[in-house]
């Protein structure tokens, strides 16, 4: 029986892996320039200047906490969905903000951990919070197309940042 494959085929191959190695060789030498650099200087999330400054260091961890309103009693896949935007939504506007915690807090797992609050009030408290300290933060607003009122904020993003600066803003908060 032969074999499906000609020695044409089989050269064929070996050439296109071989180029494909050399090739994902020189672009990760010739474009690791242009990777941004790690350092500990971080934007701010508010729109004027605070002169701010994190507490952490590039070497610390990072995480991004998403805070949930209970108060709402929103379903699992409710919450899931509204997680989703808040991370979503997060993940952009550290794109722009704070692309140095972004680009750390990808490099380690990208943790995410769900906490809970228990009203609006409590919500645009650690907004206002993790802002003044520096970190970006995310509201989600929802449609109104399901269970919640339209404009009701269903979750509030902090991070990613500096695992100790998140925890001071949200550390005290239970786990979802």
Known sequence: MSSPFSLRDTLAGGIGV???FVLGLFTRTVFRRFRPQLTSQYSSDSEEDIGWEPAGSVGEAHKLVLCVRTDLKMSKGKIAAQV???????YKRA????????RIWEHNAQP??????????QAEALDRE???????????????RTQIAAGSLTVLAVGPGPDSLVNQVTGSLRLL
């Open 112 to 121: 995410k951990i769900a906490l809970q609050v228990s009203s609006r009030h």
């Open 95 to 102: 794109e722009t903000r704070n692309p140095t915690a972004l």
């Open 84 to 90: 989703g935007h808040a991370t979503i939504g997060a």
């Open 18 to 20: 071989t180029t494909g």
């Open 130 to 144: 993790a802002r003044r300290r520096g970190l970006v933060t995310y509201m989600v607003h929802d449609a109104g």
